[in-house]
Structure formats: C-alpha cells, structure tokens
C-alpha cells in the first residue's frame, strides 16, 4: 500500500542563496510599491467620474493599498532577516509530499517521524 507524507524542505544558507532571496524580496518590494502607485492612480480616476461614490472607492482603494504595504513591510523585515542569517544555517523552504510504499509488519513510528531534504545551492545534499 502506498501513503502520501509531507516531508520538509530546508535550504543551507549560502552566499549565492542569499544574494539570490535579497533580489528576489527586492524585486517583490518593487512590484508591490508600483502596485501601490497603479491603484492611487486609477482611484483618482475613478474618483473623478463618479464624485458622488467618492468614499466608497476611497474606502475600497484604501484596503487594497493598505494589503500591498503590510506585503511590503513583510518583504522588507525578511530582507532584514536575512541580513542576519549566517552561512551555514539551515531555512525552511515548504514542503513536498513524499510517496511512500507501506508493509505489514513496518515499524510505523519510523515512518511517522519528520523527514527532511536539504538542498543547497540548488543541489539535493541529504535526505532523512
């Protein structure tokens, strides 16, 4: 029989890995601010075709506005973060699932333990 797990990825931290997540955050920092500045455009549009639904595009424009800067400052603390992190270290990058064929008579703690796989620099180095 087989049964579907969900093992962990992690990341070894590198020079390249880290250099490649800082343009990647800064990139989707980008995105997000020019996001911002597309919406307060077309909300000065719209407001000036339609005056008398003023607040309510205000009020809609505002909560979409609001969602890309709580982006942005999330982006921006992991880029502080990462800053942090030293060479070496180990950082999850999600989960895969995993299928795994099962017996009578396995141990079944063993296959209930976590399993992970380590890449780094985009090479599989270990599976446990």
């Given at each position: 029989?087989?049964?579907?797990?969900k093992?962990?990825?992690?990341?070894?931290?590198?020079d390249?890995?880290?250099a490649?997540?800082?343009?990647?955050?800064?990139?989707?920092i980008?995105?997000?601010e020019?996001?911002?500045e597309q919406?307060?455009f077309e909300?000065?549009?719209?407001?000036?075709?339609?005056?008398?639904k003023?607040?309510?595009i205000?009020?809609?424009?505002?909560?979409?506005i609001?969602?890309?800067?709580?982006?942005i400052?999330?982006?921006t603390?992991?880029l502080?973060?990462?800053?942090?992190?030293?060479?070496?270290?180990?950082?999850?990058?999600?989960?895969?699932?995993?299928?795994?064929?099962?017996?009578?008579?396995?141990?079944?703690?063993n296959?209930?333990?976590?399993?992970?796989i380590?890449?780094?620099?985009?090479i599989?180095?270990?599976?446990?």
């Amino acid at each position: 029989m087989n049964i579907i797990k969900k093992v962990t990825v992690k990341k070894i931290v590198t020079d390249d890995s880290k250099a490649q997540l800082s343009e990647e955050y800064q990139l989707k920092i980008f995105k997000l601010e020019q996001e911002c500045e597309q919406l307060k455009f077309e909300q000065k549009k719209l407001e000036q075709r339609s005056a008398s639904k003023k607040a309510d595009i205000a009020v809609k424009f505002k909560k979409e506005i609001t969602n890309r800067k709580d982006h942005i400052k999330w982006y921006t603390y992991k880029l502080e973060q990462l800053e942090i992190l030293p060479i070496g270290s180990e950082m999850n990058d999600g989960e895969v699932e995993a299928l795994i064929t099962i017996e009578e008579g396995m141990n079944w703690d063993n296959l209930t333990e976590e399993k992970s796989i380590i890449v780094k620099d985009g090479i599989i180095t270990k599976i446990t």
